[in-house]
């Protein structure tokens, strides 16, 4: 069983930053891509970034060059590093992983409980 755990919310005034890690532990064979989604209370989820398993990233247009994704394959985790908050950042974060769990099995798509992110004066 694969388990995504986040870590590193919480509150922040605009112009600070946080740093979200997110650990998938359990039965692994191989992880493709890993990313960050978040959703606004009213608001869908939305994708954040992403980063495949050669570490080619992609950005939503509002968080480019403000958010950086990171992945360390050897120990299955992935961070967003988040710089020059704003209050529109607010939301839930949720980590996600497409996961193999054993050789010749399907990729499914994994997700954590979610992150709670307030930036706030």
């Known amino acids: 069983q694969v388990q995504l755990v986040e870590s590193g919310g919480g509150v922040v005034q605009p112009g600070g930053s946080l740093r979200l890690s997110c650990a998938a532990s359990?039965?692994?064979?191989?992880?493709?891509?890993m990313g960050w989604y978040r959703q606004a209370p009213g608001s869908q989820r939305e994708l954040v970034a992403s980063?495949?398993?050669?570490?080619?990233?992609n950005y939503e247009d509002s968080v480019k060059g403000r958010f950086t994704i990171s992945r360390d394959n050897a120990k299955n985790t992935v961070d967003l590093q988040m710089n020059s908050l704003k209050p529109e950042d607010t939301a839930v974060y949720y980590c996600?992983?497409?996961?193999?769990?054993?050789?010749?099995?399907?990729?499914?798509?994994?997700w954590g409980q979610g992150t709670q992110v307030t930036v706030s004066s």
């Open positions: 996600t992983a497409a996961i193999q769990a054993r050789r010749f099995t399907p990729l499914y798509d994994y």
């Open positions: 980063i495949t398993s050669d570490k080619t990233t």
């Open positions: 359990g039965s692994i064979f191989n992880i493709h891509a």
